[in-house]
């Protein structure tokens, strides 16, 4: 759901405030008969990944592998979203949760709003947005910055730029051929290796077998929870939060001795330090640590205990040769 406020803020930002419409009704594709794209994953997590969609249903597959404090983590995920539901699989477990899909509802509840309830929605959601550029390195304001256009599995998308995050969306569907994030200690690609457009087969769509579904717990009034969520959205108290936190975070940057209100940009010296202990925490390995101790400790432990060994063992010896040699006591007349 984070994820889900953080890009409809983003997207809310973007537009002028004379013409925002309703945040939650997201732009359809002018592409007729949907599209399948297949990607490649790099960084810090790699493996492939595949999406299609086909009006109003939106299927993601991916397996992947990350590497993070010595220990590899292997994922095999599924989701569909369909107008009325959500669908969440881990491949590898055969497990699966069911929930409603909240942005239809979430969109419904934002009508019901009045003007003012509406125009506070939209404030909230650029300031969350603006929140979100100031505190990412490299900072370049709401709406980002245009990169121009570029090409991927001959497909043409422009490229825009917002904090740390790159992508590169068609222009003619809302497809992203191409998405790089950098964000401290994690970089993660994403590159479309094959685009097909204009017919979906229903196979792209069905679901992973064996998987066990159960409804998702977290969600017991899908309608409630929906209009709870934008009714907050919308609130005088997310609005005194937000301001609150914007200024403890001019007050850091002012005791950092910071201006502009943005993150200075690290020298490229510092980014290579940086990417060094990155390395450095990625391959260390805590497990491998504590084992190494204890081993170590066992080993100290034995050499000690056959050390004493050896040492009472000669002790022992030389007290024995020395009574064969000693000499009587000779009894005084």
């Known amino acids: 759901m984070r994820q889900l406020l953080v890009a409809v803020g983003l997207f809310a930002a973007a537009l002028p405030a004379a013409a925002q419409p309703n945040p939650f009704k997201m732009p359809k594709s002018n ?58 699989a881990d491949v590898a477990k055969k497990q699966g949760t069911v929930m409603p899909n909240m942005v239809p509802l979430m969109a419904k509840a934002y009508d019901k709003l009045d003007g003012d309830g509406k125009k506070n ?103 409630s929870a929906a209009e709870s969520i934008v009714k907050y959205l919308a609130s005088q108290a997310l609005a005194d939060s937000l301001a609150k936190a914007k200024a403890e975070l001019q007050a850091a940057q002012a005791k950092a001795g910071q201006s502009g209100g943005e993150t200075p940009k690290m020298t490229p010296e510092q980014e290579a330090s940086m990417q060094k202990a990155c390395e450095t925490m990625k391959n260390f390995d805590m497990g491998k640590m504590i084992a190494d101790a204890a081993n170590n400790a066992m080993k100290s432990l034995a050499e000690s205990a056959k050390q004493a060994a050896v040492d009472a063992a000669k002790n022992a010896a030389k007290n024995k040769v020395e009574g064969i040699f000693k000499k009587p006591k000779i009894p005084l007349m």
């Open 121 to 223: 929605l939209h404030q909230n959601m650029s300031d969350m947005a603006s929140m979100f550029s100031k505190l990412s390195p490299a900072s370049l304001g709401m709406v980002g910055e245009e990169l121009g256009k570029k090409t991927y599995a001959g497909q043409e998308c422009e490229e825009r730029k917002v904090g740390p995050v790159v992508m590169c969306t068609m222009n003619k569907t809302p497809i992203t051929l191409h998405s790089q994030t950098k964000l401290l200690c994690l970089n993660m690609e994403e590159t479309a290796t094959e685009v097909k457009l204009g017919s979906v087969t229903d196979a792209a769509f069905a679901p992973p077998a064996g998987v066990v579904w159960s409804p998702d717990k977290h969600v017991a009034n899908a309608d």
């Open 31 to 88: 592409l007729k008969g949907g599209a399948e794209v297949t990607y490649t994953l790099s960084g810090d997590l790699t493996g492939t990944a595949k999406m299609a969609f086909d009006g109003d249903r939106f299927v993601r597959k991916q397996a992947s592998t990350m590497k993070m404090m010595g220990k590899t983590t292997t994922t095999d995920t599924w989701m569909l979203t369909t107008p009325d539901s959500m669908y969440n």
